[in-house]
């Protein structure tokens, strides 16, 4: 197997693909505003009753942002980078980037915070592209798994540092306000990538600049 492709966490002849699924035919508005009248009516409710007669165009609306992340691609945010770094070469560290996305199964919203930390090779970026691409890849619709590695791989393609940390914490509201009603769960997923997965020091103290070396330490997160 070609080094770069172990290294990136991608398998043999698999193509990191950052950009959103092409060949997608879009409704036009009109079309998107009866599916919200069908859901409605779905629902129980009347849909040209008083308090809901703007609501498929304010729901149409409301898609627009909240899957802002299928017009952009993440990629394009980390091709400016800054070689003169003063020869930077410690962790860099970004926790807490708040989330809202949307999971595929249930389009139930996720609400979540992804912390990631890369090791730069010679050449550093702006730390807000890479809340950019937390919030373009959260931005469509999602599993966290996925998520996770799309924003690891990304950053690991296009920066080709020494390694690539990238924790999220999400709650989930399709387990929190139905099926299970578990209110109080969040799900942790990770991707370790270069010297994160190899050397168990540096994992260490990623886990310790976010706050969460002691999950590390008492179980089975993150070995
Ligand atoms: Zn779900």
């Known amino acids: 197997m070609d080094a770069s492709l172990k290294m990136n966490g991608?398998?043999?002849?698999?193509?990191l693909e950052t950009r959103p699924a092409r060949h997608v035919i879009r409704p036009s508005r009109?079309?998107?505003?009866?599916?919200?009248?069908?859901?409605?009516?779905?629902?129980?409710d009347n849909p040209d009753r008083e308090g809901l007669i703007d609501t498929p165009a304010r729901v149409s609306?409301?898609?627009e942002q909240w899957f802002a992340g299928y017009d952009e691609d993440p990629a394009?945010?980390?091709?400016?980078?800054?070689?003169?770094a003063a020869g930077y070469d410690e962790m860099v560290v970004l926790r807490n980037i708040r989330f809202v996305s949307?999971?595929?199964?249930?389009?139930a919203p996720i609400n979540g915070r992804a912390h990631v930390g890369y090791l730069p090779r010679n050449r550093v970026v702006g730390i807000s592209k890479i809340a950019r691409v937390v919030d373009a890849f959260s931005k469509r619709?999602?599993?966290?798994?996925?998520?996770?590695?799309?924003?690891?791989?990304?950053?690991?393609?296009?920066?080709?540092?020494?390694?690539?940390?990238?924790?999220?914490?999400g709650a989930h509201g399709c387990m929190t306000s139905r099926g299970?009603?578990?209110?109080?769960?969040?799900?942790?997923?990770?991707?370790?990538?270069?010297?994160?997965?190899?050397?168990?020091?540096?994992?260490?103290?990623?886990?310790?600049?976010?706050?969460?070396?002691?999950?590390?330490?008492?179980?089975?997160?993150?070995?």
């Open 10 to 15: 991608l398998a043999d002849g698999q193509v």
């Open 30 to 44: 009109a079309e998107a505003e009866m599916a919200v009248r069908t859901l409605i009516r779905w629902a129980g």
């Open 61 to 63: 609306r409301a898609y």
């Open 76 to 84: 394009e945010f980390l091709q400016r980078t800054f070689e003169e």
């Open 102 to 107: 949307h999971c595929e199964h249930h389009m």
């Open 141 to 169: 619709l999602q599993i966290q798994e996925k998520m996770t590695a799309e924003i690891a791989n990304t950053l690991e393609a296009e920066l080709q540092p020494h390694g690539v940390a990238v924790v999220v914490e």
């Open 180 to 223: 299970v009603h578990q209110s109080q769960v969040t799900m942790v997923t990770s991707r370790m990538l270069g010297l994160f997965r190899d050397e168990p020091r540096t994992r260490h103290q990623f886990l310790s600049a976010i706050g969460l070396a002691q999950a590390s330490e008492c179980g089975n997160l993150f070995p």
